[in-house]
């Protein structure tokens, strides 16, 4: 049947964004923007020659040359339709056109997509910064233009429900006046695009739909959190919104952002969908690079999730179960390093994620495998008094670099995951008026009461990591966060501020990150948790008290990757060796001590690792000390540190392995093999959790579990709470660290509390 027999029957022809042309040795070819392919067989020549869009599938079996049975020729057609390479047309003509050759190429019906852009009304809001707004300002012109040119019926004037979508330029997605434009729109139900138009990188998008999760309430939040620097300054100046800063712009960069806006809009209109509507799209205008971000989705937003999401939580047991697990060099995990950061790796952006960018410290030879993943939460926010530290970024380490990419990464999430939020349990209070469910933060805190009494003097000489808070009373009313008790199988109560940082009433019980972990699972972090508590208080019993301990034969464990190690060392002019300070836990931990073999100082720096597998220990250890090293390997001109903290650089310019003997191993003691350590068997996580948990109960402690995994990000994170083990920070209350030397016969009687190493611990 011809076209002219046709009547209204759609026609059949090759998407038009496909050409085809017949060659009659070879076959049929059809050619598209990113492809070619080629077609044989005698039917399908036959067929393709007759799909040029003037006939209806009825015309097209009719006019099958003799020879081409129309069963053979319908059987063609259904292949090529399964294929997406032919579509049916409707209306006059078989024309060209190249925006319906567009929407096809999109995946959309090229006649609908032209019909339902021309019908599609669009809303176009200028706010200030826009160069004016739209009807003065050359950002808004240039985009109302744009948005007319791509056949969009646009007005600036009417409400929302005049429009298919809007659209809202701006010159910053922290712009106050955004907040009620989606109030407005989730109100009534109609999706909207903010465009960022000015500055030298364009933003576009994500489209917001009401019907969906996330809303512009998870969005600012997230990138509140990723400028932090400007947060302070805001609050500091009593400002809301971001900082005003100048219009940055040149006609082609805002007619490039117009026509992108509109090209958005446009598609969005048409019906066409891709999963990057649904993030932000940043252009450098400067060089032409263009990333994706993904749009944070908060299930505990206010507006458009659960704001009691974090809250019903915190009130519910944390229940622990049956969890095979997967062995490395780092210690026990639910999952492979690879496995974690492939599933967590959309956290990790510099406009929406939690982390920036996660990237290894050039410092170095690359065997140190030390990355680096932003700043550190728990250092503090206060950026006039914040020194530079050790501990001032997250990091990661590890035998290889995917597993100190991830540990970057989880450490990050773990410290972003223990802010305070405002949404967490609480309970109003004092520690008199709670009773026995309270415990008194001085337990876990463990100051000597000399401590308070001379903090104002101590706190102007150390680093924030020393502060020593101000004197708890037991009468002040405040906020307590329930946590579960792994022992007593009920809840606990300890101060919020203790257990979140940034948390009101800090000044007196402030939170640390001893026995914060992330995991793969939950059983994964409690047990990295208590492994640091138990590392930490190990570390503190041996460092206060300078106890001599046996050293760690490395040659008995048969590592290659240690005799690596220790090459890559001795060629930078170091030594290192390993010191056994397991103590009466049980849990194997160990010490690693490197120093500088020439120079004027030997910069003598640490690692410490604990572990139920003394080789895992011993690698965490090393591990650990890798990642201490870029800050020494690269000294200034001066002969000074790219640090400024005043316990570090004190101790790298004093110390040394002569008036600090307790870095050596002790002769009198035999080196430890991996044959003095018990053995344990296991294969679950659940297991390895009970048996560490049983190594503290039987010491008289009780383990607290605190569940901080944040609903928008998924990744599991605990804080573990030991009342009674140390810190390593200096805390020099009664206790573990004057008890446990003379109960395990390394001293005749306890420490004095003025003979204590003067020095505090500083990584």
């Given amino acids: ?158 409400g929302v429900a005049d429009a298919d979508l809007t659209v809202v330029l701006c010159a910053d997605y922290l712009d106050p006046a955004l907040a009620g434009i989606d109030a407005e729109q989730r109100a009534a139900g109609r999706p909207w695009l903010p465009a960022k138009v000015v500055g030298t990188r364009v933003w576009i998008g994500p489209v917001f739909e009401p019907s969906t999760p996330g809303c512009w309430h998870c969005l600012a939040a997230r990138l509140w959190d990723n400028r932090p620097a400007e947060k302070h300054a805001v609050t500091a100046l009593g400002r809301s919104g971001p900082a005003p800063s100048p219009v940055v712009a040149i006609p082609p960069s805002t007619g490039a952002a117009a026509q992108l806006v509109a090209m958005e809009a446009t598609k969005y209109l048409a019906g066409h969908r891709h999963p990057n509507q649904r993030a ?237 972990a992330a995991g793969s699972s939950v059983e994964d972090a409690v047990l990295q948790g208590m492994l640091e508590l138990i590392e930490r208080d190990a570390v503190a019993i041996w460092w206060y008290n300078r106890l001599s301990v046996p050293g760690v034969d490395l040659d008995a464990f048969g590592d290659p990757w240690i005799d690596r190690l220790r090459e890559v060392y001795a060629g930078i002019g170091r030594q290192v060796w390993v010191l056994d300070i397991t103590t009466d836990t049980g849990v194997p931990t160990m010490a690693a001590v490197s120093r500088r073999t020439t120079g004027d100082t030997e910069d003598i720096v640490f690692g410490f690792g604990s572990h139920l597998d003394p080789g895992i220990a011993l690698r965490r250890a090393l591990t650990e000390l890798n990642q201490m090293m870029p800050m020494l390997v690269e000294r200034r001109a001066d002969g000074g540190y790219s640090i400024d903290d005043p316990d570090t650089v004190h101790w790298w310019r004093t110390a040394t392995l002569a008036n600090q003997p307790y870095l050596r191993p002790d002769p009198a003691q035999p080196q430890r093999t991996p044959r003095d350590y018990p053995r344990h068997h296991a294969a679950d996580l659940l297991d390895d959790v009970t048996a560490v948990r049983r190594k503290l109960e039987a010491l008289g402690l009780e383990v607290l579990v605190l569940d901080q995994t944040r609903p928008d990000i998924g990744l599991p994170v605990v804080k573990v709470v030991v009342p009674g083990l140390r810190h390593f920070w200096a805390r020099f209350g009664p206790g573990r660290l004057f008890d446990v030397p003379v109960r395990v016969g390394l001293r005749d009687s306890p420490t004095g509390y003025t003979e204590l190493n003067p020095m505090p611990v500083f990584l």
Wanted: proline share 4%; with cysteine; aromatic share 6%.
């Fill in 280 to 516: 932000i799209w940043v252009l450098d205008t400067l060089d032409l690079t263009g990333t994706h971000h993904p749009r944070p989705v908060l299930p505990q937003c206010a507006t458009c999730g659960d704001p009691d999401v974090v809250r019903t939580r915190g009130h519910q047991p944390v229940e622990l179960v049956s969890r095979p697990r997967v062995s490395h060099g780092g210690g026990y995990r639910a999952m492979t390093a690879e496995q974690t950061m492939a599933a967590y790796r959309h956290l990790v952006s510099p406009v929406t994620g939690i982390v920036k960018e996660v990237v290894r410290d050039p410092r170095g030879p690359d065997f140190f495998n030390a990355y680096r993943s932003g700043a550190n939460a728990a250092a503090g926010s206060d950026l006039r008094t914040l020194r530079s530290t050790l501990r001032t970024s997250s990091g990661g380490k590890g035998m290889t670099a995917a597993d100190a990419e991830v540990g970057a990464l989880c450490e990050a999430v773990e410290r972003y995951s223990a802010t305070f939020r405002g949404d967490e349990a609480r309970v109003r209070g004092s520690l008199l008026s709670l009773g026995e469910q309270a415990i008194h933060p001085n337990d876990v805190l463990l100051y000597d009461e000399r401590q308070y009494r001379d903090r104002a003097q101590w706190n102007g000489q150390h680093s924030p990591f020393q502060w020593v808070c101000g004197t708890f009373s037991e009468t002040a009313v405040g906020d307590w966060s329930p946590i579960w008790s792994l022992t007593e199988q009920r809840h606990r109560l300890l101060p919020t501020s203790l257990l979140y940082y940034g948390a009101p009433g800090s000044d007196v019980a402030a939170a640390d990150s001893n026995g914060n």
């Fill in 1 to 158: 049947m011809s076209a002219a027999g046709a009547g209204d029957l759609p026609r059949i022809g090759f998407k038009q964004h496909i050409r085809a042309e017949v060659s009659a040795t070879e076959g049929a070819y059809l050619f598209s923007e990113h492809d070619t392919t080629v077609l044989q067989g005698t039917a399908v020549e036959s067929v393709v020659a007759l799909l040029d869009g003037t006939r209806d599938v009825a015309g097209v079996l009719a006019s099958v040359p003799v020879g081409v049975s129309r069963e053979k020729a319908a059987g063609v057609l259904a292949k090529l339709t399964a294929a997406g390479l032919i579509s049916l047309r409707s209306g006059p003509g078989g024309g060209d056109s190249s925006a319906a050759a567009y929407w096809e190429a999109a995946g959309l019906d090229g006649g609908i997509a032209e019909v339902q852009t021309a019908s599609s009304t669009v809303r176009l809001i200028a706010l200030d910064g826009v160069d004016g707004g739209a009807a003065h300002g050359a950002a808004g012109s240039a985009a109302e233009g744009a948005l007319r040119a791509a056949g969009l019926v646009v007005h600036t004037e009417g």
